[in-house]
């Protein structure tokens, strides 16, 4: 019998990952099926109730549902439980929760794009949903430094705390800072997490933060958004976030299935696709 699953967001028509998954399976014989679903905002609960009790294994989550996936879910994962947030549901005995996303942006800038992250020094852009989900991950792959810049000081405090109150023994230098603070600091890698591309805004921040040869990621993918201009102006080397979206696929795909697609012709298949 084919196996069942989906991804609930809202709105859902643009998403890539029925196309994704699709490719997966057939690289790796899996029988299953993957549609998107249209979540009514105020029905997620209900939404994910009748999917279980049609027989759907598991689903993907996307904006606005990660936050009440992640409350829905009996079994959080540690990954889940930083971020506050899910994107991945498994349907077993219970109701199981993962966010693969700092895995799959991990996974992509040194699996894909080849650059080490271990001593090198970060710049974490936003201190929103998008950047609580890839924290722990960074911190796990072992920078020397990990800046997280936010508008509100408070709000990067916060996630500063939050990794301080699990008392690890990161080898990592963990702070937070407003954009202003900025200024006399350059990085190895630089990750807009913020949604300022979707409205075509250039984020305040110095020229002169990009160091030589450094690496500007750009968690949106699809377009050239200001951050990635401003990067490729001063030297950096530029990446979207299409491999993020790929890789942290596959990690649900892993999670689900047991196996691990190749995940490099994928990325280049959404890629080459028609542009809307």
Not at 101 to 127: F, M, Q, T
Not at 256 to 267: A, L, M, N, S
């Amino acid at each position: 019998m084919t196996d069942l699953y989906a991804v609930i967001g809202h709105p859902i028509a643009h998403s890539k990952s029925p196309l994704i998954h699709e490719a997966f399976a057939k690289q790796t014989n899996q029988d299953m099926r993957y549609e998107p679903i249209l979540g009514p905002l105020d029905g997620f609960e209900a939404t994910v109730h009748d999917l279980i009790a049609k027989g759907y294994k598991g689903v993907n989550v996307t904006v606005p549902f990660k936050f009440e996936a992640f409350k829905f879910a009996k079994q959080p994962s540690k990954r889940a439980i930083f971020a506050g947030a899910a994107n991945t549901l498994s349907f077993a005995d219970e109701v199981r929760a993962d966010n693969t996303d700092g895995a799959g942006l991990v996974r992509d800038i040194e699996g894909n794009l080849k650059v080490s992250i271990a001593a090198k020094s970060i710049l974490l852009i936003g201190a929103g949903g998008a950047a609580e989900g890839v924290l722990q991950p960074l911190l796990e792959a072992k920078p020397k430094l990990l800046v997280i810049a936010n508008r509100t000081l408070e709000k990067a405090q916060d996630m500063v705390k939050k990794v301080e109150r699990q008392k690890s023994d990161s080898p990592t230098t963990l702070t937070g800072c407003t954009f202003a603070d900025l200024q006399s600091q350059q990085f190895d890698i630089v990750i807009n997490a913020t949604s300022a591309g979707l409205t075509e805004t250039a984020l305040p921040i110095p020229n002169s933060l990009f160091a030589k040869n450094c690496l500007a990621y750009d968690m949106m993918y699809g377009r050239e958004t200001p951050f990635m201009q401003q990067a490729r102006q001063n030297g950096a080397q530029v990446a979207d976030g299409l491999g993020m979206l790929v890789e942290q696929a596959a990690e649900a795909f892993y999670i689900w299935r047991g196996v691990r697609p190749e995940t490099r012709t994928v990325i280049q298949q959404i890629r080459n696709l028609p542009k809307a």
